[in-house]
């Protein structure tokens, strides 16, 4: 149920779905999400869904992880990419092989010291995580060429506009109602920030202080 066979078909119904960026795909065929979730949900890993982490957190659908990441690197190659909910850390992950380095806020410690152990096993070196609550992004190495934020808040977090560098983007599902946000791309320019909807989708809620 983790064969090559099995991650094979996710990737064609991806496609199937319309996403293109090949750069995206491969790293998603090549990425290993069954070590990302709980044994007892492994043979799940590769089926387009969401499943539980423990502590009432989620790893998020492969499509919307795609479509993210997607979003994320339409404008170019990027160096520094701020994330915000590390969670299992399969979105760092696939990150960590798309851009020079990431930089990731859990504010569960549990869940971080999970993610840290499985990007030791993957010998995946250039990423760096915070406890922290992400309202407040990471300021120490701002401004970052993107932001993906993957827990929805019922605004953007005013941290989060200023620590995205001009011509940088942010990819973030926003909204008050729990289980349907607009997932938004907003772009800097020199002027101010421009936003457009992708999508609608279903995210647990950013919420506030540390876990
Ligand atoms: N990208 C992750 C998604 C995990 S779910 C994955 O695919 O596994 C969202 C994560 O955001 C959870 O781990 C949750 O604990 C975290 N989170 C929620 N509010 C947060 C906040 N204010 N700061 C940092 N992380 C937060």
């Given at each position: 149920m983790t064969s090559q066979r099995t991650r094979d078909r996710l990737i064609d119904r991806l496609r199937d779905k319309n996403i293109q960026n090949e750069s995206v795909l491969e790293v998603m065929r090549s990425t290993p999400r069954h070590i990302f979730v709980d044994e007892a949900m492994a043979t799940r890993a590769y089926e387009d869904t969401a499943l539980p982490i423990g502590l009432g957190q989620t790893i998020s659908q492969p499509y919307i992880v795609a479509r993210m990441t997607e979003a994320l690197l339409d404008g170019g190659p990027l160096e520094k990419v701020l994330e915000i909910g590390t969670g299992s850390g399969y979105q760092t992950a696939l990150l960590s092989r798309l851009v020079k380095r990431v930089y990731s806020v859990e504010r569960i410690e549990a869940l971080q010291q999970q993610a840290r152990l499985r990007?030791?096993?993957?010998?995946?070196?250039?990423?760096?995580?915070?406890?922290?609550?992400?309202?407040?992004?990471?300021?120490?190495?701002?401004?970052?060429?993107?932001?993906?934020v993957t827990a929805a808040p019922a605004k953007v977090p005013k941290p989060l506009f200023d620590q995205l560098k001009v011509g940088g983007r942010l990819v973030i599902p926003v909204g008050e109602q729990e289980g349907s946000q607009n997932l938004l791309?907003?772009?800097?320019?020199?002027?101010?920030?421009?936003?457009?909807?992708?999508?609608?989708?279903?995210?647990?809620?950013?919420?506030?202080?540390?876990?």
């Open positions: 990007f030791q096993e993957l010998g995946l070196r250039n990423i760096r995580l915070k406890h922290s609550d992400g309202n407040w992004g990471w300021d120490d190495y701002a401004p970052y060429d993107g932001i993906i791309v907003v772009t800097r320019t020199e002027e101010g920030f421009d936003s457009k909807t992708l999508d609608l989708v279903s995210f647990v809620p950013l919420l506030g202080g540390r876990g």
